[in-house]
């Protein structure tokens, strides 16, 4: 059974910084594609950045300010961001293929 579980959210003002982990079980990060996505209150989920074995990917609204990686030894898939803005706010998910995880809060304050 496939288990993704996020942590590292939380409450940061803006222009501040937060790195969101991903650990999971039942599968390896290494053989998968791994994604973030984010839904804001009232909003649709959408897609916020992927690693593949062929590199990354992220939302336009997001380039230079986070950053996904993965740590295959921890079988942990990362997000920092930076320079975090109020529209930032939003539960954010962790997803692999067919598998998604119970996401983590961030909430940016202006």
């Known amino acids: 059974q496939v288990q993704l579980v996020e942590s590292g959210g939380g409450l940061v003002q803006a222009g501040g910084s937060l790195r969101l982990s991903c650990t999971a079980s039942g599968t390896m990060f290494s053989r998968n594609v791994v994604g973030w996505y984010r839904q804001a209150p009232g909003k649709q989920r959408e897609w916020v950045a992927t690693?593949?074995?062929?590199?990354?990917n992220y939302v336009d609204s997001v380039k230079g300010r986070f950053t996904i990686s993965r740590d295959n030894a921890k079988n942990t898939v990362y997000l920092e961001m930076n320079s975090l803005k109020s529209e930032d706010t939003a539960v954010y998910y962790c997803?692999?293929?067919?598998?998604w995880g119970q996401g983590t809060q961030v909430t940016v304050s202006s």
């Open positions: 997803w692999i293929p067919g598998n």
């Open positions: 690693l593949t074995s062929g590199g990354t």
